[in-house]
């Protein structure tokens, strides 16, 4: 089975830029997550879909960050404008809608991202 | 709202050596925990889960990790350590019923001399 997909690995870009980044969920998982992992530190989560509903981003930076899931299978998370303190890497995860709280999340490579 | 603490940053130890990895959690209810690995540019994956029943889980990889709900902790062990064990180590734990998301800990990074 193939496992979560994310692109691209790696995006370097200055400051104010914009960056988009993709994941494709491994294939009847309705639910993706993207978490944000600055260096040194644990993931920590920025938003969660089920199919293309938001079920939370309570933790998204709203001013710059926006991510869509518009037919409930791939989705994109974008910064607009970038900022330092933005260079992290970006992981997707996704897992099946039941099955409880014991279900696994599986991730992406992820993309590493450093702002100039 | 839960937590989790890794109080080990940097653990270094020799090929051949058992490892232990500690891991303390804060939750109201009963915990899901979790031990993720993560190698260098790579994404998280799975070692181990607890979720109910024997406290003593069994993992890939022939790790294994023990819940203690009197210590809130999740400790991770290996009896001997391989130099490709080397990697990151994240514990994680579930929030409530619906969402199921994973709070992490802030890692484990694990060296292993030859």
């Known amino acids: 089975e193939a496992g979560v997909a994310q692109s691209p690995r790696y995006k370097i870009i200055e400051k104010r830029q914009s960056v988009a980044f993709w994941c494709n969920p491994i294939s009847g998982h309705a639910t993706l997550y993207w978490y944000q992992q600055i260096l040194g530190q644990g993931p920590k989560l920025l938003i969660q879909f089920q199919n293309n509903g938001v079920v939370d981003d309570s933790q998204l930076p709203k001013d710059r960050f926006s991510a869509e899931r518009l037919k409930g299978v791939d989705s994109t998370l974008k910064i607009q404008p970038a900022k330092l303190e933005d260079s992290a890497v970006y992981l997707c995860?996704?897992?099946?809608?039941?099955?409880?709280?014991?279900?696994?999340?599986?991730f992406g490579p992820g993309t590493r991202l450093l702002v100039l | 709202a839960q937590s989790v603490t890794q109080p080990d940053i940097h653990i270094t130890v020799s090929e051949g050596a058992s490892l232990e990895l500690r891991c303390n959690y804060s939750?109201?209810?009963?915990?899901?925990l979790f031990w993720y690995v993560q190698s260098p540019g790579q994404g998280l994956q799975l070692l181990l889960k607890y979720f109910s029943g024997d406290t003593l889980v069994q993992g890939i990889k022939g790790f294994e990790a023990e819940f203690k709900r009197s210590q809130s902790s999740f400790n991770l062990r290996k009896p001997s350590v391989h130099w490709s064990d080397a990697a990151e180590y994240f514990c994680?734990?579930?929030?409530?019923?619906?969402?199921?998301?994973?709070?992490f800990g802030k890692g484990t990074k694990l060296s292993v001399i030859p």
């Open positions: 939750y109201g209810a009963t915990p899901y």
């Open positions: 994680a734990v579930t929030s409530g019923a619906g969402s199921y998301q994973l709070t």
């Open positions: 995860a996704s897992r099946l809608p039941g099955g409880g709280r014991q279900e696994t999340q599986y």
